[in-house]
């Protein structure tokens, strides 16, 4: 079964950092695009970074390019999100999601974690 | 950047209605449009890629349409379950990007 096990939400000052993970389990987690959506309180799913199956390639949406970086471990299974230079804007739910193996990154999410909230707020 | 507008926002419906939610684009995306049901405090959940694929295990009461710019999502009969939160996603452009959504609550 495949599995998407996020960790390392909760609350944070503005202008600190946090670094969210997601375990994968259940495929052959080095063979996928891997991205981060979020969602804002009552908001729609903004999609926010991903990055390529070995590692080699990242992309980021200008609103968090410069204080995001996303990264992975393919011997661990596990995807990464570290997140810097926070902003209440940033205040969302946070989704780690997969990227069926056909699709290059260009593609819909086949499976999503089940989210962590992140809010930034003094 | 793709914009796109879902109607209606809301829908009040009962069980055993049938559904129908519109997204449509800023562009022409040809058939590069997915459809996820999101439940309150849950993780988006994959329905339709391709514009009508079903994905795996979806059951055969959604069914997707369309192509260019419009786009239709239909629930022929609707369960319990699906009240929820509707969103459709274009990939044919990077990034990715999300319709606001639709919520099909009870009526």
């Known amino acids: 079964e495949v599995q998407l096990v996020q960790s390392g939400g909760g609350l944070i000052q503005p202008g600190g950092s946090l670094r969210l993970s997601c375990a994968a389990s259940?495929?052959?987690?080095?063979?996928?695009?891997m991205h981060w959506v979020r969602q804002a309180p009552g908001k729609g799913l903004v999609w926010v970074s991903r990055?390529?199956?070995?590692?080699?390639?990242?992309d980021y949406a200008d609103s968090v390019k410069g204080r995001f970086t996303i990264s992975r471990d393919n011997a661990k299974n596990t995807l990464y999100l570290q997140m810097n230079s926070l902003r209440a804007e940033d205040t969302a739910v946070y989704y780690c999601?997969?990227?069926?193996?056909?699709?290059?990154?260009?593609?819909?999410?086949?499976?999503w974690g089940q989210g962590t909230l992140v809010v930034v707020s003094s | 950047v793709i914009w796109m507008t879902q109607s209606p926002s809301l829908v009040s419906a009962s069980t055993g209605d049938r559904v129908t939610i519109s997204c449509r684009m800023s562009?022409?995306?040809?058939?590069?449009l997915a459809w996820y049901r999101q439940k309150p405090g849950k993780a988006p959940e994959l329905l339709i890629y391709?514009?009508?694929t079903l994905q795996s295990g979806v059951p055969s009461r959604f069914s997707g349409s369309g192509s260019g710019t419009d786009f239709t999502l239909t629930i022929s009969r609707l369960q319990s379950e699906d009240f929820a939160t509707y969103s459709c996603?274009?990939?044919?452009?990077?990034?990715?990007?999300f319709g606001p959504g639709t919520k099909v609550e009870i009526k």
């Open positions: 999601a997969r990227d069926p193996m056909s699709c290059g990154g260009d593609c819909y999410s086949d499976f």
């Open positions: 259940g495929f052959t987690f080095s063979n996928h695009w």
């Open positions: 990055i390529e199956s070995d590692g080699s390639s990242t």
């Open positions: 562009q022409d995306i040809k058939g590069f």
């Open positions: 391709g514009a009508f």
């Open positions: 996603q274009q990939y044919y452009t990077f990034p990715p990007t």
